[in-house]
């Protein structure tokens, strides 16, 4: 591990001057920061200052969850603990909470931020092993597309493979969730602008520009919401795949259904498909609703190793619907 | 407190399944709350003043020519002592070719990247169906059989590498002060780790000691001498007269410190209509990386009569580390193929698998033990194989090991001093199985006061000569010998106490802490031990003395597991583990014992595995993060019971639990879903692989 400074700015002005200033000339934002620690230790990142960001706090903040009428806020600081015990969230938008409660394990929960979530890098272990110099850090090759890519993704279109690793972002897609910004341009952004495909831009995962700094995120309540995932090992480990869903029923028959698969592309995967072809399907036909399900690996090209994910996909969507209905899932 | 009040037969109260009787109480670890509050001091935990830290420059990819390099640039960095370059070329990931020496982890760590190594990678072999495997070439006695035989079983079993992943990673500090040495090393051999660091140290085997009072993990891999880091070490600090502190990284220590070789296993095995099998062909193949030797499988096991076999085995070599013998070598790998086998064959014949193995079982003792856990785990719940429909659908399955008991040089010795106070003194070390715990019970039982009277000692090369824990035999060893050493000072005290007292000293005897005359209470321990003349009393025996455990220890696993047939998933709810080690000195640690075999056979037969760059060559999940552990969500609930039905001694239990689980799990799988899944770890990819048709 190289030597670096730590700073602690007094708000999110001098944060910004910080990053964007000429003292530094490669800073790095830390919300928990258990994936700073884990790029220093794999030698990835070589930072001159790692900037604290938990203390800031911005205007209006005062719970890490609260409910303004229709809108709900997370901060920026907000623990992915404390977002998966939010009363708030489980009655208003359950979708999040189990996304978030699913992930890590509780030491890391208890640490981990909501900001920290969004903005964490992929695990793609090509990218994480310093010795392969991946499309991600400059390099020419995906090393994933002819070597062990069983855990990487089924939709997009490359050049690069890597699954996004946040569980948060997904459950953000589908409760038209707003990124709130500080210092640059913008005030705001839709969660489903924050992040681009890797043909978009390949050495970043999201659209910041320099010196932006999440604040805080707005959602709107989607109570008959739910998330489900598939995992090898029910402790600490990243999702196969998994799903978030968000339904308005009339009785038992969906009126309109919002999806989004994570651990299946590069971004949060929005269903479109599936979301039409749940529209008017009967929860109580399980027929039906697994057809409308099984549309969610349309467009989906499989590598050599994760075809599975292919059977997995319209199952984490079936469920995180049955979740979201209050119904019962098979395990 | 009053052990000596249970009768050697009694059954444990509590927990009435226990098929047999503890003889001890339920003493907890006597270092557990060391353990769990940080007192313990591992070697890793050993920094001494005015240390240097050393680490290994390594060959990150599979195969691969070093180069160029910047050693000299490196030399200059601030805090540097040394840097060597002692090899040119990389047969595996973590292949060493030289080493740092710097002033501070830091220091080291900056240096080691400063080398800035060159590597030409060249191409690579990642597994076994890498390599020219052999055909099957039945013999005229085997051809024989598979045609005469009702139906021939034709199958490929496959088994994973699995990497020790000890807590405490591999390594030494060692202490050369000029005249003689410290070195507290990260070892299952403190004896055996003197072996080598005679030459590397350059002084007299008298004149140094290696010291391991705690280890973080020994599965098999720190079985070997002082090791690399030890000998390096000893080296750098024989030469720089300062302590070097060495231990590996997680990267080092997943690649380069051993592993489980990978198996793949042909069988063609013939068998009547009813299921009485004939006999067949068994041709197995270990990977051992670049390692010459040790890809044994015990398969077949001899645990079941399967007829004539005819059983070929080759090792296959690839760019993978060697391997090193991992907690019954070569068992769990042959148990999951034999089990999946045997329940294969049962399957097809239509008959039961516990009825087959009950018929095929070539022990006794295993055949009561298969019809105990049948009815603690309610096999007549189990469905028939491939009988369920549904989305979750439950499997039964079924596992068994046989474990021989050996013993290792030992000498033990127990103190009882003026104050009252009793050590047990042996040099052997704590794998972690509870060595202070059972020789304690064992000094204070055989002396008659209570465990509390009791201190211990081990861990250092300056006590009395003790195993290495290799083999299951720390304790079989150990515990004899310290009973005849505290039996031998209780003599001698009360020998003293007679001859104050002008009386034979078979009028005296020892219980509760307290001495007796005629029966009677005479004196208090304290009172008796101030009597003694000179500061202390030593008792000694040997190793043959002392009641040794004869015969073998069984057992049998059942496991009770969920699929999820839509994802894949695999969920273990109960595992029974019926399990004899002879006689039971604590039955919390034996029962611990027996979990955590448990708990790491689900983690093989689930998770655990070596990634291997199949291009590179380079091991991908090198960590403990996407290297997957069994975590807390994935433990089922483990019932030992333990089976103390004729025993007589101590046997082993170190590492027969580890052996049945992942062919239990596997049965039940296949039990489950219809379909067997011949390969480990059992992932929901292949499980639904399986049940798509492409399994078998």
């Known amino acids: ?69 229709q809108t709900i806020r997370i901060e920026a600081w907000a623990t992915m603990s404390e977002i998966a015990a939010s009363d708030i969230l489980l009655k208003d938008a359950p979708c999040v909470a189990h996304a978030v409660g699913s992930a890590a394990s509780p030491q890391v929960r208890n640490v981990g931020t909501a900001a920290g979530n969004l903005l964490q890098r992929p695990r793609c272990w090509y990218y994480r092993n310093e010795q392969f110099q991946c499309l991600k850090k400059g390099g020419g090759t995906c090393f994933a597309f002819e070597g062990e890519n069983k855990f990487h993704a089924i939709f997009g279109e490359g050049p690069c493979y890597i699954v996004h690793p946040s569980n948060l972002a997904p459950a953000l897609c589908i409760t038209d969730a707003v990124v709130h910004l500080h210092g640059g341009k913008r005030a705001s952004l839709p969660i489903t602008d924050l ?122 969507v079936r469920r995180a619907v049955l979740m979201a209905a209050g119904k019962k899932v098979e395990a | ?87 040119r070329e990389g047969q595996y990931h973590g292949h060493t070719v030289g080493h740092v020496l710097a002033e501070s982890p830091e220091a080291l760590r900056r240096g ?139 990267e080092e220590d997943q690649t380069d410190t051993g592993n ?81 086998m045997l329940d294969e064959i049962a399957t097809k014949a239509g008959v039961d698998p516990l009825a087959l193995r009950l018929n095929l079982e070539n022990s006794g003792a295993r055949k009561e033990m298969l019809e105990l856990g049948a009815e603690i785990v309610g096999w007549k719940n189990r469905a ?44 052997t070390q704590d794998i972690g199985t509870g060595q202070r715990t059972t020789m304690a019970i064992m000094t204070a039982e055989a002396i008659g006061v209570p465990l509390a009277f009791v201190g211990v000692r081990i861990g250092s090369s300056n006590l009395p000569v003790g195993p290495g824990s290799g083999g299951s035999v720390t304790t079989p060893s150990t515990a004899p010998v310290m009973a005849a050493a505290a039996a031998r000072a209780r003599e001698q005290l009360l020998t003293t106490i007679a001859n104050l007292n002008s009386a034979d000293a078979s009028e005296f005897d020892v219980k509760g802490g307290e001495i007796l005359r005629a029966g009677k209470p005479f004196m208090t321990w304290a009172q008796a031990c101030a009597k003694i003349g000179g500061e202390q009393i030593v008792g000694r025996a040997k190793q043959g003395e002392g009641e040794r455990g004869k015969g073998h220890s069984d057992g049998v696993q059942f496991v009770d597991l969920r699929v999820d047939t839509d994802t894949g998933v ?15 000195i604590c039955r919390k640690t034996a029962e611990s014992q027996i979990i955590g075999g448990v708990i790491q056979g689900l983690s093989y037969a689930l998770f655990e595995n070596q990634v291997l760059d199949r291009n590179a060559g380079s091991m991908l999940n090198a960590n403990m993060e996407s290297y997957k552990i069994l975590g807390p969500n994935d433990m089922p609930h483990i019932e030992p019971v333990l089976w103390t039905k ?17 062919g239990a799990v596997a049965c039940a799988v296949f039990n489950a879903i219809g379909t067997p899944v011949r390969s480990i770890p059992l992932t929901p990819d292949k499980v639904l692989a399986a049940l798509a048709g492409g399994g078998a």
């Not at chain 1, 529209?279 to 994760?306: F, H, I, M, Y």
């Not at chain 2, 076994?128 to 013999?139: F, H, K, T, Y």
């Not at chain 2, 040089?409 to 104050?419: A, F, G, K």
Request: hydrophobic letters at 35%.
């Open chain 2, 646 to 662: 004729g025993a007589t001694g101590v046997r082993s239990l170190g590492e027969p639990p580890v052996v049945p689980t992942a």
């Open chain 2, 1 to 87: 407190m009053r052990r000596d009040d249970i009768p050697y037969s009694m059954p444990t109260t509590n927990r009435p399944r226990n098929a047999g009787s503890a003889i001890s109480d339920d003493a907890s670890r006597l270092d557990a709350v060391a353990k769990v509050t940080g007192q313990a001091i591992y070697s890793r935990d050993r920094y001494l003043p005015n240390s240097l830290f050393a680490g290994f420059i390594f060959c990150p990819y599979g195969k691969a020519k070093l180069e160029s390099h910047a050693s000299e640039a490196a030399k200059k960095i601030p805090g540097v002592v040394e840097v060597e370059i002692s090899g």
């Open chain 2, 112 to 250: 080691l990247a400063a080398v800035a190594c060159k590597w030409v990678r060249e191409p690579v072999r990642t597994k076994i169906r890498d390599g020219e495997l052999a055909e099957p070439s039945p013999n005229a006695k085997t051809s024989d059989i598979l045609a005469k035989a009702d139906h021939v079983l034709e199958a490929e079993y496959e088994t994973q590498v699995q990497t020790h992943c000890c807590l405490e990673p591999h390594g030494a500090t060692i202490d050369h002060k000029g005249e003689s040495a410290t070195c507290y090393i990260s070892t299952q051999g403190t004896f055996a780790a003197t072996d080598g660091l005679s030459d590397a140290i350059g002084l007299p085997r008298s004149k140094y000691e290696v010291i391991c009072e705690y280890i973080g993990g020994g599965f098999g891999s720190k079985l070997n001498g002082a090791g690399k880091e030890g000998v390096l070490a000893a080296r750098l600090s024989a030469g720089h007269n300062r302590p070097v502190y060495l231990f590996r990284t997680r």
């Open chain 1, 1 to 69: 591990m190289n030597p670096f400074s730590l700073a602690r700015p007094k708000d999110h002005a001098a944060t910004h001057a910080l990053l964007t200033g000429r003292r530094f000339s490669l800073p790095l934002l830390k919300g928990g920061g258990m994936d700073v620690v884990d790029h220093l230790k794999e030698g990835l990142w070589k930072p001159d200052v790692v900037i604290d960001t938990r203390h800031l706090r911005a205007p209006g903040a005062s719970a890490p969850i609260s409910k303004d009428g």
């Open chain 2, 260 to 340: 489980r070789p990978s198996g793949l296993a042909r069988v063609k095995i013939g068998f009547t209509k009813d299921g009485t099998i004939l006999g067949g062909l068994v041709q197995k193949f270990g990977g051992v990386g670049v390692g010459r030797g040790g890809g044994g499988m015990s398969f077949p096991s001899g645990r079941y009569n399967l007829g004539d076999i005819q059983s070929d085995h080759d090792d296959v070599r690839f760019n993978g580390g060697a391997p090193r013998p991992f907690r019954a070598p070569g068992h769990p790998q042959g148990a999951f193929c034999e089990e999946l």
């Open chain 1, 195 to 316: 992040y681009h495909t890797p043909d978009k831009g390949i050495r970043t995962e999201h659209n910041l520009e320099p010196g932006e700094i999440v604040t805080h995120i707005t959602l709107s309540p989607a109570p008959v919401s739910g998330f489900y995932a598939i995992k090898e090992k029910q402790s600490f480990d990243w999702p196969l795949a998994f799903a978030c869903a968000a339904l308005q029923l009339d009785g038992s028959t969906i009126r309109s259904a919002r999806v989004c698969a994570g651990a299946v592309a590069p971004v949060p995967w929005l269903l479109p498909g599936v979301d039409a072809a749940l529209k008017g399907v009967d929860l109580d036909d399980d027929k039906a609703l697994r057809a409308a399900c099984a549309k969610a690996t349309e467009g989906a090209r499989p590598l050599s190793q994760n075809a599975y994910k292919l059977t997995m996909l319209p199952v984490a």
């Open chain 2, 570 to 584: 695999v969920y273990v709810d109960r595992v029974i583990a019926v399990q004899s080690c002879g006689r039971v």
């Open chain 2, 384 to 427: 028939k194989t491939g009988s369920q429909a549904g989305v979750i659908r439950r499997g039964f399955g079924i596992g068994s090991a046989a474990w021989g008991s050996g013993q290792g040089r030992t000498d033990c010795e127990v103190v009882i001093n003026r104050d009252g106070s009793i050590e047990a003194r042996t040099g």
